[in-house]
């Protein structure tokens, strides 16, 4: 059973993402893993709200790693919940390659990443492991300076894995 996705408050992010709950005669599903992706594609941005026609996961991903200071507004906590934010870097990652994908990537780790950084982000990415070369990377520019020793262990545990 998935808990709610509980917003974490930082100078970095005053957003309020939406969060919906879990009910007992709802299935547990378990939205962050590589096959839930693929098959719900409600995390694709909305295209249309700025003006543009809707884009294809695969269209949305390889325009993203193409130029990723074009897209930087739809991996932000403002607009959207966290939880179709974080599908969104997800499926970058999945598709990004090193050394290619470098500031792609390190977006990703400054940016989203780090904002959602928490034991139940960690609990998602428990799905992804091993990671990949690209995973570590993204996750290796989230700054973990300011994070409880706890959690700091806890990332630096399953990038070693």
């Not at 590589?34 to 295209?47: E, F, I, K």
């Not at 090193?98 to 780790?109: F, I, T, V």
């Not at 996750?139 to 630096?156: C, D, F, I, Y």
Request: aromatic letters at 6%; glycine letters at 4%; proline letters at 8%.
């Amino acid at each position: 059973m998935l808990s709610k996705w509980k917003a974490k408050v930082t100078k970095k992010n005053r957003s309020n993402p939406r969060s919906g709950s879990h009910t007992a005669d709802a299935p547990a599903v378990k939205p962050f893993t590589r096959s839930a992706l693929a098959s719900d594609l409600t995390w694709l941005p909305d295209m249309m709200a700025v003006g543009k026609p809707p884009v294809t996961a695969e269209a949305y991903v390889q325009a993203y790693l193409a130029d990723p200071g074009e897209w930087y507004w739809s991996t932000i906590l403002l607009h959207d919940s966290r939880e179709s934010v974080l599908k969104r870097v997800l499926a970058i990652v999945e598709q990004a390659r090193l050394p290619d994908h470098e500031k792609a990537l390190g977006q990703m780790g400054a940016g989203p990443l780090e904002d959602m950084m928490s034991d139940e982000l960690l609990d998602h990415l428990q799905h992804w492991l091993p990671f990949t070369p690209a995973m570590r990377y993204a996750l290796g520019q989230v700054r973990m300076s300011s994070e409880p020793p706890a959690l700091q262990q806890r990332l630096k545990a399953m990038l070693t894995r």
